[in-house]
C-alpha cells in the first residue's frame, strides 16, 4: 500500500467515474484501475462495484474512507514540515468530538492556546462515537471529548471530566408536553423516540425506556444536529444530553426525570505526557460548562 493508491482511492470514492479521477489525477484510466486493483487486493475487500454506467463505492470502502484521508494528510504533513521554507516547526493537535455543538463551544480555549502556542494548529474532526475511542488509541487522535461509558469497554486512556450533564427530552413547541418543564420517563411510552446514538452510557435508552416501544417508532441519530432536524419535522420526540442538545427556536427541552446526569470531559491517549495537552485540558476545565 503506498501514497499514490490512496490518492487514487480517494478521488475515485469522490468522483465515483474512473475516467474522471484519471484527468483529475493526470494520469491514464488504465493507470488508475491498476491501482484501485492493487489495493484492493492488499485489503482483500472490495472498495467499488463497477457497471458500465456507474460507480459505487462498498461499505468496505466507506469504512477505509477515513483510514485513507488520515494516512494522506499525515503523510502531507510530513511533507510540509520538512519541506517548509523557513524550517519551521509546526506542532498539531488533533481534537475529535462526536458534534460540532462541542467544539463550537471550545474556541475560548482553543484562543487561550493560540496565544501561549504560536506555532499551534488544531485539526478538529467530527467523529462517530463508535470511532472516537479506537482512534484515539491508534494514535490518530490527541484528545476526545467524549461522554463517560458506563456500560462499555474503557478506553485505554486518560479521561478528566469537564461537566455533568442533564439528560433532556427535546419536543416541538406545539406538542401536548411543551407547557412542561420536566417530564418523567413513563410519559414517553407513547411516544415515538427520536435518538442520539449511542447513549452516552452506552445503553440504548435510559432506564430501559426503549424496551416498550416497536422498531417502528425508534429513530436513531449519529449526531444531535440530526436529532433535532427530526424532531422538526415531527418524528417523535428527542432524548440526548443537554450539553448537545439542539437550540432551535422551534423546540423546548424539558429535564427528564428519574435520570442520573452523565459524565462529560476530555480523553488524552495514557502515555502521552505532553505540555500542550495538559496546556488544553487546563483551558478546557476553564471553560464554562452546563451544570445539571
Known amino acids: 500500500m503506498n501514497i499514490d493508491q490512496l490518492q487514487f482511492f480517494l478521488t475515485v470514492a469522490d468522483t465515483l467515474n474512473f475516467a474522471r479521477a484519471a484527468e483529475q489525477l493526470h494520469v491514464t484510466q488504465p493507470a488508475v484501475t491498476q491501482q484501485i486493483h492493487a489495493l484492493e487486493r492488499e485489503l482483500g475487500v472490495p472498495l467499488f462495484r463497477r457497471t458500465t454506467r456507474t460507480v459505487r463505492i462498498t461499505e468496505e470502502g466507506l469504512a477505509f474512507l477515513d483510514d485513507a484521508r488520515e494516512i494522506v494528510a499525515r503523510a502531507e504533513r510530513a511533507r510540509l514540515r520538512f519541506h517548509s521554507a523557513d524550517s519551521e516547526i509546526i506542532r498539531t493537535l488533533s481534537i475529535a468530538s462526536q458534534s460540532a455543538v462541542v467544539l463550537g463551544r471550545i ?13 499551534l494548529h488544531p485539526r478538529l474532526q467530527i467523529v462517530p ?24 469497554r ?18 416541538r413547541r406545539d406538542h401536548p408536553l411543551a407547557g412542561q418543564e420536566c417530564v418523567a420517563p413513563a410519559r414517553l411510552a407513547g411516544e415515538k423516540l427520536v435518538l442520539f446514538q449511542p447513549h452516552p452510557d452506552g445503553r440504548p435508552g435510559p432506564n430501559g425506556l ?8 425508534l429513530y436513531f441519530c449519529e449526531t444531535p444536529e440530526a436529532t433535532g432536524i427530526l424532531v422538526q419535522a415531527g418524528f417523535g420526540v428527542a432524548l440526548l444530553p443537554e450539553l448537545l442538545a439542539p437550540r432551535l427556536p422551534d423546540l423546548k427541552l424539558l429535564v427528564l426525570q428519574q435520570t442520573e446526569p452523565v459524565s462529560f470531559g476530555v480523553y488524552c491517549r495514557a502515555q502521552q505526557n505532553d505540555a500542550l495537552l495538559k496546556d488544553l485540558i487546563r ?10
Open 210 to 217: 426503549l424496551t416498550a416501544h416497536p422498531p417502528k417508532d
Open 154 to 171: 474503557k478506553p485505554r486512556a486518560v479521561y478528566r471530566e469537564l461537566c455533568r450533564t442533564r439528560l433532556v427530552c427535546a419536543v
Open 283 to 292: 483551558s478546557l476545565r476553564q471553560l464554562d460548562w452546563p451544570l445539571p
Open 107 to 119: 474556541v475560548p480555549a482553543l484562543e487561550a492556546l493560540a496565544h501561549r502556542w504560536p506555532d
Open 129 to 152: 462515537h463508535q470511532h472516537i475511542f479506537s482512534l484515539l488509541e491508534e494514535g490518530h487522535l490527541d484528545a476526545a471529548l467524549a461522554f463517560r461509558p458506563e456500560h462499555l
